[in-house]
T-cell receptor
């Protein structure tokens, strides 16, 4: 079974631009969560999508948004990029809603975003 | 305030030796605690998930313990191997009105030296 895939793996943008990252979950998984990881802050939860609906949200500004499609694939969008948005963005999938129990989460390799 | 603190921040041990990583939390109400291993340049991989009633859980050479009274967890690595070199992240979930709030530690970076 293929794992979680994320595209692109690396991305360089400039301040003020917007970016869209893509995540394909493990086949059969219906929940997709997004995380931001930086050296200073560590892993921070962005949001979780399940059945095309956002089910849980972290403390990030509205510039960060996402969506999930009927095939469970998910996209994350960051508008008006700032230097501080440079980070590794990780996507994780689970069979059921991750935030509702002890469901195991499987992470993708991440997208390394650099904002210049 | 919900917090997860991990210690040490970094650790170097010789191959074949054992080590223990610590995780202290103030997350409430507690739902579960997870340990992840993250290799450089890769996404985290789940090692263990522990609920309130579980004191210990093993996954091969990795053994996690949980003391819900003192709000402490540890991850013990036995007979370390070079491939154990990675960051280990402790994540505690608080159950909040039907969903879970995740609180992440900043991780312990382990280097196993030959």
């Amino acid at each position: 079974k293929a794992g979680v895939t994320q595209t692109p793996r690396y991305l360089i943008k400039t301040r003020g631009q917007q970016v869209t990252l893509s995540c394909s979950p493990i086949s059969g998984h219906r929940s997709v969560s997004w995380y931001q990881q930086t050296p200073g802050q560590g892993l921070q939860f962005l949001f979780e999508y399940f059945s095309e609906t956002q089910r849980n949200k972290g403390n990030f500004p509205g510039r960060f948004s996402g969506r999930q499609f009927s095939n469970s694939r998910s996209e994350m969008n960051v508008s008006t990029l700032e230097l501080g948005d440079s980070a590794l963005y990780l996507c994780a999938s689970s069979l059921d809603r991750f935030s509702s129990g002890t469901n195991e989460q499987f992470f993708g390799p991440g997208t390394r975003l650099t904002v210049l | 305030k919900n917090q997860v603190e991990q210690s040490p921040q970094s650790l170097i041990i010789l191959e074949g030796k054992n080590c223990t990583l610590q995780c202290n939390y103030t997350v409430s109400p507690f739902s579960n605690l997870r340990w992840y291993k993250q290799d450089t340049g890769r996404g985290p991989v789940s090692l263990t998930i522990m609920t309130f009633s579980e004191n210990t859980k093993s996954n091969g050479r990795y053994t996690a313990t949980l003391d819900a009274d003192t709000k402490q967890s540890s991850l013990h690595i036995t007979a370390s191997q070079l491939s154990d070199s990675a960051s280990y992240i402790c994540v505690v979930s608080a159950s909040v009105t039907g969903f879970q709030k995740l609180v992440f530690g900043t991780g312990t970076r382990l280097l196993v030296s030959p």
